[in-house]
């Protein structure tokens, strides 16, 4: 059985650039949450996707959107990048219902 | 608004004592806790979790106690070895399956 993988591992982006983060789910898990770690802080919910669908939301700008797919991986994206998007990006996947989640290694993204 | 609170941001414990680490909350339609641990460069690994139902969970070394009364739960690791130094994240979700709300983590240091 495969755990979360999250690629790339590290990211550099320009201000004002598209991003595209990558996540696959672990075997079963239908379920896929996408967090925000700043440096020194506690991982911030984005999104979560269920079968495809968004299926809540943190306080997050339009500017960050997501898409899950019938295989369960999914795709965070972020637009018009600002300097304060650097952070650590989690993905989670967890089987619907299920109460724990399983994370990823995330992506370090640097945006300059 | 913090709603999940970790009011230490680092803890040392020597070899073989015991480890505690507290976590406040605020919402009370939190229904369900977990308690993660980070490894630098890695994603956070589920430890062990608790649900409101309930006022304590063991699993081997790690203990979970919840004061759903004074919205407080707590984490006793015994005895604690030097490879559970990392950083602790206490999490809260208001139902299974929902998304966690992190608090800010304690570092732990257990020196041998």
């Known amino acids: 059985e495969t755990g979360v993988t999250q690629s790339p591992t590290h990211l550099i982006k320009t201000r004002g650039q598209q991003v595209t983060l990558r996540c696959s789910s672990q075997?079963?898990?239908?379920?896929v949450s996408w967090y925000q770690q700043a440096l020194g802080q506690g991982p911030q919910f984005i999104f979560q996707?269920?079968?495809?669908?968004?299926?809540g939301r943190g306080n997050f700008p339009p500017r960050f959107s997501g898409l899950q797919f019938p295989n369960y991986s999914s795709e965070l994206n972020v637009n018009a990048l600002e300097l304060d998007d650097s952070a650590l990006y989690l993905c989670?996947?967890?089987?619907?219902?299920?109460?724990?989640?399983?994370f990823g290694q995330g992506t370090r993204l640097t945006v300059v | 608004d913090q709603q999940v609170k970790q009011n230490s941001p680092s803890l040392s414990v020597q070899e073989g004592r015991i480890s505690i680490l507290n976590c406040d909350y605020t919402?009370?339609?939190?229904?369900?806790f977990l308690w993660y641990k980070k490894y630098p460069a890695e994603g956070p690994t589920f430890l062990i979790s608790?649900?409101?139902?309930?006022d304590k969970n063991e699993d081997g070394r790690f203990t979970v106690f919840l004061n759903k009364s004074a919205k407080h739960l707590s984490l006793h690791i015994v005895p604690s070895q030097p490879g559970d130094s990392a950083v602790y994240f206490c999490?809260?979700?208001?139902?299974?399956?929902?998304?966690?709300?992190f608090g800010p983590g304690t570092r732990l240091s257990v020196l041998p």
């Open positions: 075997s079963g898990h239908n379920t």
């Open positions: 989670a996947s967890q089987f619907q219902g299920a109460p724990e989640a399983f």
């Open positions: 919402n009370s339609m939190f229904d369900y």
């Open positions: 608790i649900s409101s139902i309930k």
């Open positions: 999490a809260a979700s208001a139902r299974y399956g929902q998304n966690f709300v």
């Open positions: 996707y269920y079968r495809e669908e968004e299926n």
